[in-house]
């Protein structure tokens, strides 16, 4: 229960990914606008998501900030009604990203602390189809709203109420881990796998038998090297598309939602998918193919 209120946050995020860029282009602004906008709020967003994460764990806090983020957004969303300069719309704009950015390290945490180390995969895994389905009911919406002719003051609104919403569930819903320990011991265990690879690869050379074990670690530096590349290729291709699609394809607004609704179900599909495989244990050479598919596909 604790997950409906990022639900009804990514529902807001969902229509607004499409709608602030056409928005930004027809009150005036550029690609350029909306590239330096994404820029600039992604730079930000990379000390604040160190911060918020720091903040957490220094104060033994997790709902409050879920709760910041969550109203932080609502109240800023209700500015974006009042401005049409666009120097000033940035600047909301990288603000709401910075606050956005909030409730990442808190949920991460509850979902490592409200459940064992076998779960946590399948349990990311749930959480994130969860949401996408809530960023696609989102998605649909703008399709209704496009149809309807919803003004971009009614639609911002919709948005921050969505948010406010998510604030005042996660109020009542989320709780604090009563014991912040899961993380600790699976530190733990590492540490003890180590060392008994350590003592089994010895004791097999003083015996002279053959060594098939390893004490190599997981290359986190490559890892996250990878994934820094992963998100660059996905925002390059993905911030400028609503406005390709739209002007330079001439696709109608609801057309552009409804190509995002496919790429949204798909992605909802996948993670239902991938939390019925993870028992097999395959997470490398699942992540392989996935990155391997996605640079075929982006050059089709």
């Given at each position: 229960m604790w997950r409906l209120g990022f639900f009804f946050h990514e529902m807001a995020f969902g229509l607004l990914s499409i709608f602030l860029p056409l928005y930004v282009v027809s009150i005036g602004g550029s690609?350029?606008?909306?590239?330096?906008?994404?820029?600039?709020?992604?730079?930000?967003?990379?000390?604040?998501?160190f911060f918020w994460g720091y903040i957490c764990d220094k104060t033994g806090r997790y709902k409050?900030?879920?709760?910041?983020?969550?109203?932080?957004?609502?109240?800023?969303?209700?500015?974006?009604?009042?401005?049409?300069?666009?120097?000033?719309?940035?600047?909301?704009?990288?603000?709401m990203a910075v606050f956005h950015v909030a409730h990442e390290p808190p949920k991460n945490v509850l979902i490592a602390e409200l459940y064992t180390r076998e779960k946590w995969e399948r349990s990311f895994a749930f959480y994130e189809g969860f949401t996408e389905v809530g960023w696609l009911i989102g998605l649909v919406m703008g399709v209704f709203v496009s149809f309807l002719d919803f003004n971009s003051t009614t639609i911002l609104l919709m948005c921050s109420g969505l948010n406010f919403l998510a604030f005042a569930l996660s109020l009542f819903l989320v709780s604090d881990p009563l014991l912040i320990f899961e993380r600790g011991l699976v530190h733990i265990e590492k540490s003890i796998d180590f060392a008994c690879r350590g003592v089994t690869?010895?004791?097999?050379?003083?015996d002279g038998l053959p060594i098939s074990e390893s004490l190599t670690k997981e290359n986190l530096a490559s890892f996250c090297s990878g994934l820094v590349f992963f998100a660059f290729a996905t925002s390059t291709l993905f911030t400028p598309l609503p406005i390709f699609l739209s002007q330079n394809l001439g696709l109608a607004t609801s057309m552009v939602y409804a190509v995002y609704i496919l790429n949204s179900g798909a992605g909802a599909v996948g993670y239902f998918l991938a939390s019925k495989r993870l028992e097999l244990h395959e997470e490398k050479m699942h992540l392989q193919k996935v990155v391997i598919l996605r640079s075929t596909l982006a050059f089709s």
């Open positions: 690609l350029l606008d909306v590239g330096l906008m994404a820029s600039v709020a992604t730079l930000l967003a990379i000390p604040a998501s409050r900030y879920i709760l910041i983020s969550f109203f932080a957004s609502s109240a800023l969303l209700c500015f974006f009604t009042f401005t049409r300069d666009i120097g000033l719309f940035i600047i909301l704009y990288v603000a690869i010895a004791s097999k050379v003083l």
